[in-house]
């Protein structure tokens, strides 16, 4: 009685895809993540049903296993971004500490 429909799942999916898709292309697999974000707004566009869910789902898994490889380097600009993110971190506890 409580189960979700197709439209209500289908933009849930997507949107795992496209945050999986993210990470991927932060771990830079940005020629995987294009691959599979064209795949994923081509099942998305055309018929909601629970073939095209279950697509959704596995372009999902494959965007997640791929991001989370060991051996897949991690982009230079998400190092940066991390480090840079650590040091205002960093600063802003300093800066409370001596107030």
């Known amino acids: 009685m409580?189960?979700?429909s197709v439209a209500e799942i289908m933009p849930v999916l997507y949107r795992g895809v496209l945050d999986s898709v993210a990470a991927l292309e932060g771990r830079n697999g940005r020629h995987e993540a294009a691959r599979i974000r064209a795949e994923?707004?081509?099942?998305?566009?055309?018929a909601?049903?629970?073939?095209?869910?279950r697509r959704?789902?596995?372009l999902c898994e494959?965007?997640?296993r791929a991001a989370t490889d060991p051996t897949a380097r991690?982009?230079?600009?998400l190092t940066v971004f991390e480090a840079v993110a650590r040091r205002s971190n960093?600063?802003?506890d300093m800066e409370r500490k001596l107030v």
């Open 56 to 58: 959704l789902r596995a």
């Open 40 to 46: 994923a707004t081509r099942v998305y566009s055309r």
């Open 62 to 64: 494959r965007a997640n």
């Open 90 to 92: 960093v600063r802003a």
């Open 48 to 53: 909601w049903n629970v073939d095209a869910a």
């Open 74 to 77: 991690r982009s230079r600009f």
């Open 2 to 4: 409580n189960e979700l």
